[in-house]
């Protein structure tokens, strides 16, 4: 029996399908630590957890290193430490060390979240990426701009996904970011080249250092655009094969670009490129699941389950590869401009064919706060095994479904 220690900040829905899967994985014991106090638990949760500890502050590893030797003086020693948030790969990182608790160290977390120094190990390796630069002056800004030329895509250092990232299309671009947020020796900021083309995500899992299962998902349009105009709608695609010339370069690039930044055992999450001439170029690595509704398409595309079967990977060390027997994807619902959800128009007006394809869906709710976020404020997955067939039902339900605000 192996206990485990998992850190959830807060009861996020999109945690807890993590959380809950931890907990159902055979010869394993989960102790949960959280902000939140333990009577707002799910009552069939609370019961199958072997023990629960509240901490403030869950990027504190030494409040996380408190809250482990807590549970290890009641339930015995953790023997493994997980979380699937990206800000908290470093201090669980930390604490491993401090405790000696198997997995992922420091220094490679600090590899997947520190951007900068992920660029350099990356292009020290040979794997092409954007040109880059971490800006600590609004002079030294300028100066990569002028070097770099336009358009440029800026981002905090240690950032999570597309959130905070900003494009600057020209001179008076940069002048109006550098006047709301100059850079500084305290609040640096990472500038890079804008990559043009095609961009999807790159999903593996590796064990012992070795990939042992990946996928291959499209996004239309790119995520910076679908931040820059708040209105669109968005899909992303797992295509059914991937084992073509089309994703080729990917599949060829990625392995050596994960051996380079050292993880050996987990699931990854890797943003790419396909430029105009047909070669491909990373942008980022997470060391964690997908987020953005990926994990649960994947879990469709293979009838599959991923989360258990993270949880199995980083308790247990073992993954049973499976087959990719579908095609899925998303479609994002966002509403225009700000405010409350006032409903949502169009479902009617969907066909039956696209409606048989659904196999979840989260649609928003009359009443609610837009959450303003570029993955909406509602979802809806479908699968097929033709990839043609869920790009146009994707396409159809973008284009004819609206969330209206007011």
């Not at 609004?138 to 905070?164: D, H, I, N, R, T």
């Not at 370069?249 to 890797?270: D, Y």
């Amino acid at each position: 029996m192996v206990l485990a220690a998992f850190v959830a900040p807060y009861l996020l829905d999109a945690t807890m399908r993590f959380v809950d899967a931890a907990a159902s994985v055979p010869d394993t014991e989960l102790a949960l630590i959280t902000c939140e106090p333990e009577d707002r638990l799910p009552g069939e949760l609370r019961h199958r957890l072997a023990g629960h500890w509240r901490i403030d502050d869950p990027l504190d590893a030494g409040q996380i290193a408190a809250a482990v030797q807590g549970l290890s003086g009641h339930l015995g020693p953790v023997q493994r430490l997980l979380a699937v948030l990206e800000q908290l790969q470093v201090p669980l990182a930390q604490v491993r060390e401090h405790l000696g608790i198997a997995g992922m160290d420091a220094a490679t977390a600090h590899n997947f979240r520190d951007k900068a120094q992920m660029k350099s190990v990356l292009r020290a390796a040979g794997v092409p990426c954007a040109r880059y630069r971490l800006a600590d002056s609004p002079a030294a800004a300028a100066e990569f701009a002028a070097a770099a030329g336009y358009p440029l895509v800026v981002k905090p250092p240690a950032g999570a996904g597309a959130k905070s990232t900003f494009r600057l299309d020209d001179p008076e671009d940069l002048r109006v970011w550098l006047e709301a947020a100059p850079p500084g020796p305290d609040r640096l900021a990472m500038m890079e080249e804008f990559l043009t083309g095609e961009e999807g995500s790159y999903d593996s899992v590796m064990a012992d250092g070795q990939i042992v299962w990946d996928s291959v998902s499209r996004y239309f349009p790119t995520p910076l655009e679908v931040l820059r105009n708040p209105w669109i709608q968005w899909i992303v695609v797992l295509p059914r094969e991937i084992d073509g010339p089309e994703y080729a370069g990917i599949r060829e690039v990625a392995p050596a670009a994960l051996r380079a930044l050292g993880l050996a055992t987990g699931f990854t999450h890797m943003e790419w490129f396909r430029r105009p001439d047909g070669s491909v170029a990373v942008s980022e690595v997470a060391a964690r699941p997908a987020g953005g509704q990926i994990t649960s398409m994947l879990c469709y595309a293979c009838d599959f389950d991923f989360y258990r079967s993270w949880a199995q990977l980083m308790v247990h060390g073992t993954f049973a590869p499976p087959q990719r027997r579908w095609s899925a994807g998303t479609a994002y619902l966002r509403g225009q401009g700000a405010g409350y959800i006032r409903g949502v128009q169009g479902l009617d007006q969907l066909p039956g064919e696209v409606k048989s394809l659904v196999v979840e869906s989260r649609l928003p709710t009359p009443g609610q706060m837009s959450s303003g976020s570029y993955e909406g404020d509602g979802y809806v997955i479908v699968r097929h095994p033709d990839t043609a067939v869920v790009t146009e039902a994707l396409r159809r339900l973008i284009t004819t479904v609206r969330v209206e605000l007011g």
